[in-house]
């Protein structure tokens, strides 16, 4: 609702109530149409302020409406009353402005702004655009390259940088309505024709048409097969080309076409799934979200590689003390200036003072002894992390939290070797640790809800999605991943390249392929972990038995490549070539084709001609099979958990909602059928042979993915 109230004699004040954002439900429109109506009608009002309750002006639209009948007062119509009003109206921005909301002050006639406030069309990121005018009115304000910017990314701008773009007309450290009621005292009895956004005449430049090409040629790009982001240009080019009324018709149409389509689909529900996940009943029937987490003041992290130090910056970025073990002089120096570095960047992008003096440093273990938390961050080698593991429930004070940082080893195993096992769970991050939004929480049946729910909670404070999943080899994530990786393998055995493969799933919408992303991230990483497998053996690559392994279909590339020293970037060389060692520039390598045709004479393999679809769907297919394995065996919550694991670790499409939703969208039949084919075709590989989950949803109508945790919940009480 909006509840209106008279402030020093001529100043009406208009305040939005829904909270916590003060989303514009239809209540709140009503709220605001009928609040406007009564102050324009009462000669006593000269001016006008809409603020938000609670110290937030608006959120944008109540999404919670876009799944069902929209009823009440329609934006458009409410904004062009506010704007057309005979009074001045003005904005009091506190907290956040966001789409809708900032259509809202759009359609005021001045804007005042807190300077802690911040403004966007995040509209995009949900597969929609700023449809209540919002393409037509920003470009008149702030002309075209920075309303392109704004409107085809989705960023907020702080209050600083809206008044220098001229998006607000004044920011303000004090109590914003008092500074917008006061600046309404001050243009009172003035006209606001002036100040109609929508008669603004759109900044023309000579070079529109090159302009527009440049900007949709670089949105194309970084869409990556997202068409909302494509179809803000559209609108915005509608406001340089056609009169305000003929561009309002065009954003509506244009908004017409997104809001009905998948993608919007997949996004809003990626929206809703990330705010959803991980709740999910441990092993014990406990559970994790209704305990009280425990308090975390002080961490420690052991082992400063790679993942250590990104760690050790989330943590001290939360505000936490953070001591940080190293036994090797020449790996703690290094990563105290690298770790030093990242604090000063990440400061410096946030504006606040790098937080240096929260890391502590030692060479010593011991150290830890009184720590609320410990995040073992060593190399993937249990037998070490079992030592470390003995070593802290030795040190550590009690109910200290231990957690491995393991990407897929067994935590069970290792709370075994300690006297409290309840207090082990695994925190899965992913590099650069400080930079990726996903944590894998992982617990085992003797973790405690208690121990679970506190490692949520960090992993919250820490800005992470923090994910719930029970213990199995390689989790939820790189459990998936392998059957994903090995059908790119099996392609390149019977007639694909390197490229073909990345090209297909790059085109999908992922960042980066199979193989380029392999030679990103090191051939030996995933070398040494089959080692550890028992899967390269000396010897067998070079005779038939090379491609069976353990009873089952294996393929020898990646490790014969390793053997030739080919272990991507870092070594110039890997699935591609590049000009120099740690060049990013993937160049296709004719030795790649030569090898592939040379291992295939060698077998007895035939290459055949491979299309886009078969790539595409033995990929994805494999690995969604094993994301119904996975929901099968209680390992994930749902499907939305595991569909934010891979939009938000693993570089899936977010347009695409994530692979469960994916499958549901493509036809749980459909997936079944091409499944059953491929296996049909490759009967060793257990990965295509459909999941008996997959085979009972198909049987019970494929119910929308809402419905499969009653199909997943009864057949866990059949088992």
Same mark, same amino acid.
């Given at each position: 609702m909006a509840q209106f109230s008279r402030v020093s004699r001529s100043v009406g004040l208009i305040t939005l109530q829904n909270p916590p954002v003060n989303a514009l439900s239809a209540a709140v429109r009503q709220g605001i149409v009928d609040?406007?109506?009564r102050a324009l009608s009462d000669p006593k009002v000269k001016t006008l302020v809409i603020c938000g309750q609670n110290g937030v002006f608006c959120g944008g639209a109540d999404i919670k409406e876009f799944r069902t009948e929209m009823s009440g007062p329609p934006l458009v119509p409410m904004i062009h009353a506010i704007e057309t009003a005979n009074k001045p109206v003005i904005a009091a921005i506190e907290g956040i402005a966001l789409g809708g909301g900032l259509e809202l002050a759009l359609g005021c006639h001045y804007r005042i702004a807190h300077s802690k406030a911040r403004l966007g069309f995040p509209e995009v990121t949900l597969g929609l655009l700023p449809a209540a005018g919002g393409t037509q009115r920003l470009p008149r304000l702030i002309g075209f390259p920075a309303a392109l910017n704004l409107i085809t990314t989705g960023r907020h701008v702080t209050a600083a940088e809206a008044l220098q773009l001229g998006i607000v007309d004044q920011v303000t450290d004090h109590n914003t309505v008092d500074a917008a009621v006061k600046f309404a005292q001050s243009v009172e009895g003035q006209s606001p024709d002036a100040r109609r956004l929508s008669t603004y005449p759109c900044p023309r430049p000579s070079d529109l048409? @090159? /302009? &527009?090409?440049?900007v949709m040629l670089k949105v194309r790009q970084s869409a990556r097969g997202a068409i909302a982001p494509v179809t803000c240009v559209q609108a915005v080019r509608a406001a340089a080309t056609l009169p305000y009324a003929q561009g309002m018709e065009r954003e509506k149409e244009l908004m017409a076409t997104l809001f009905t389509s998948g993608q919007a689909r997949a996004l809003q529900y990626c929206f809703f799934a990330q705010r959803a996940v991980g709740r999910w009943s441990m092993p014990s029937g406990a559970r994790w979200d209704t305990s009280k987490p425990k308090p975390v003041h002080k961490a420690a992290v052991i082992g400063l590689g790679t993942m250590g130090r990104g760690i050790a910056v989330a943590l001290a970025q939360t505000g936490l003390s953070v001591v940080a073990v190293e036994t090797q002089e020449k790996q703690m120096m290094e990563a105290k200036q690298v770790v030093s570095g990242m604090l000063e960047r990440g400061a410096k992008r946030r504006g606040v003072t790098p937080a240096l003096d929260r890391i502590t440093y030692s060479r010593n273990i011991q150290a830890v002894a009184s720590v609320d938390l410990v995040i073992e961050a060593v190399f993937e080698d249990m037998a070490l992390k079992e030592e470390i593991f003995r070593q802290l429930s030795a040190i550590c004070k009690p109910g200290t939290l231990l957690c491995t940082n393991t990407s897929g080893l067994d935590v069970d195993h290792l709370a075994s070797q300690i006297h409290n096992p309840e207090l082990v769970v695994g925190m899965h991050f992913f590099a650069p640790a400080h930079v990726m939004k996903l944590l894998e929480v992982v617990y085992g049946p003797r973790s405690s809800p208690r121990a679970v729910a506190t490692a949520m909670e960090l992993g919250k404070k820490m800005g992470k999605v923090s994910v719930a999943v029970g213990n199995c080899r390689g989790f939820v994530g790189n459990r998936m991943l392998k059957p994903y990786v090995e059908q790119a393998f099996f392609l390149l055995e019977e007639g694909a390249t390197p490229e073909l493969v990345d090209r297909v799933l790059e085109e999908f919408g992922f960042a980066m392929g199979v193989f380029r992303m392999s030679d990103l991230s090191g051939l030996d990483v995933g070398w040494r972990v089959r080692k550890g497998d028992g899967l390269v053996e000396p010897g067998l690559v070079k005779g038939q038995s090379a491609r069976i392994r353990q009873g089952r279909r294996y $393929? %020898?590339?990646g *490790?014969? /490549?390793c053997e030739q020293g080919r272990f991507g970037q870092k070594t110039g060389r890997g699935w #591609?070539? #590049? *000009?120099?060692?740690?060049?990013?520039? @993937?160049? $296709? *390598? %004719?030795?790649?084709?030569? &090898?592939?045709?040379g291992f295939r004479a060698q077998h007895g393999l035939v290459a055949r001609r491979i299309d886009h679809q078969e790539v595409l769907e033995r990929c994805l297919y @494999?690995?969604?099979?094993?994301?119904f394995r996975i929901l099968e065996e209680g390992i994930a919550a749902g499907p939305e958990d595991i569909d934010v694991i891979y939009v938000f670790g693993y570089g899936w499409p977010k347009h695409r909602g994530g692979p469960m939703f994916y499958a549901g969208m493509a036809g749980l039949e459909k997936v079944l059928e091409k499944l059953e084919h491929y296996h049909q075709a490759h009967p060793d590989v257990p990965h295509l042979q459909p999941c008996s989950l997959l085979r009972k949803l198909v049987a019970s109508g494929s119910p929308p993915i809402h419905k499969w945790k009653e199909v997943i919940r009864k057949l866990h009480s059949q088992l």
């Amino acid at each position: 609702m909006a509840q209106f109230s008279r402030v020093s004699r001529s100043v009406g004040l208009i305040t939005l109530q829904n909270p916590p954002v003060n989303a514009l439900s239809a209540a709140v429109r009503q709220g605001i149409v009928d609040t406007v109506q009564r102050a324009l009608s009462d000669p006593k009002v000269k001016t006008l302020v809409i603020c938000g309750q609670n110290g937030v002006f608006c959120g944008g639209a109540d999404i919670k409406e876009f799944r069902t009948e929209m009823s009440g007062p329609p934006l458009v119509p409410m904004i062009h009353a506010i704007e057309t009003a005979n009074k001045p109206v003005i904005a009091a921005i506190e907290g956040i402005a966001l789409g809708g909301g900032l259509e809202l002050a759009l359609g005021c006639h001045y804007r005042i702004a807190h300077s802690k406030a911040r403004l966007g069309f995040p509209e995009v990121t949900l597969g929609l655009l700023p449809a209540a005018g919002g393409t037509q009115r920003l470009p008149r304000l702030i002309g075209f390259p920075a309303a392109l910017n704004l409107i085809t990314t989705g960023r907020h701008v702080t209050a600083a940088e809206a008044l220098q773009l001229g998006i607000v007309d004044q920011v303000t450290d004090h109590n914003t309505v008092d500074a917008a009621v006061k600046f309404a005292q001050s243009v009172e009895g003035q006209s606001p024709d002036a100040r109609r956004l929508s008669t603004y005449p759109c900044p023309r430049p000579s070079d529109l048409d @090159a /302009l &527009f090409e440049e900007v949709m040629l670089k949105v194309r790009q970084s869409a990556r097969g997202a068409i909302a982001p494509v179809t803000c240009v559209q609108a915005v080019r509608a406001a340089a080309t056609l009169p305000y009324a003929q561009g309002m018709e065009r954003e509506k149409e244009l908004m017409a076409t997104l809001f009905t389509s998948g993608q919007a689909r997949a996004l809003q529900y990626c929206f809703f799934a990330q705010r959803a996940v991980g709740r999910w009943s441990m092993p014990s029937g406990a559970r994790w979200d209704t305990s009280k987490p425990k308090p975390v003041h002080k961490a420690a992290v052991i082992g400063l590689g790679t993942m250590g130090r990104g760690i050790a910056v989330a943590l001290a970025q939360t505000g936490l003390s953070v001591v940080a073990v190293e036994t090797q002089e020449k790996q703690m120096m290094e990563a105290k200036q690298v770790v030093s570095g990242m604090l000063e960047r990440g400061a410096k992008r946030r504006g606040v003072t790098p937080a240096l003096d929260r890391i502590t440093y030692s060479r010593n273990i011991q150290a830890v002894a009184s720590v609320d938390l410990v995040i073992e961050a060593v190399f993937e080698d249990m037998a070490l992390k079992e030592e470390i593991f003995r070593q802290l429930s030795a040190i550590c004070k009690p109910g200290t939290l231990l957690c491995t940082n393991t990407s897929g080893l067994d935590v069970d195993h290792l709370a075994s070797q300690i006297h409290n096992p309840e207090l082990v769970v695994g925190m899965h991050f992913f590099a650069p640790a400080h930079v990726m939004k996903l944590l894998e929480v992982v617990y085992g049946p003797r973790s405690s809800p208690r121990a679970v729910a506190t490692a949520m909670e960090l992993g919250k404070k820490m800005g992470k999605v923090s994910v719930a999943v029970g213990n199995c080899r390689g989790f939820v994530g790189n459990r998936m991943l392998k059957p994903y990786v090995e059908q790119a393998f099996f392609l390149l055995e019977e007639g694909a390249t390197p490229e073909l493969v990345d090209r297909v799933l790059e085109e999908f919408g992922f960042a980066m392929g199979v193989f380029r992303m392999s030679d990103l991230s090191g051939l030996d990483v995933g070398w040494r972990v089959r080692k550890g497998d028992g899967l390269v053996e000396p010897g067998l690559v070079k005779g038939q038995s090379a491609r069976i392994r353990q009873g089952r279909r294996y $393929s %020898p590339l990646g *490790d014969l /490549l390793c053997e030739q020293g080919r272990f991507g970037q870092k070594t110039g060389r890997g699935w #591609y070539q #590049y *000009d120099k060692p740690g060049s990013q520039v @993937a160049r $296709s *390598d %004719p030795w790649m084709h030569s &090898f592939l045709e040379g291992f295939r004479a060698q077998h007895g393999l035939v290459a055949r001609r491979i299309d886009h679809q078969e790539v595409l769907e033995r990929c994805l297919y @494999a690995l969604i099979n094993e994301g119904f394995r996975i929901l099968e065996e209680g390992i994930a919550a749902g499907p939305e958990d595991i569909d934010v694991i891979y939009v938000f670790g693993y570089g899936w499409p977010k347009h695409r909602g994530g692979p469960m939703f994916y499958a549901g969208m493509a036809g749980l039949e459909k997936v079944l059928e091409k499944l059953e084919h491929y296996h049909q075709a490759h009967p060793d590989v257990p990965h295509l042979q459909p999941c008996s989950l997959l085979r009972k949803l198909v049987a019970s109508g494929s119910p929308p993915i809402h419905k499969w945790k009653e199909v997943i919940r009864k057949l866990h009480s059949q088992l």
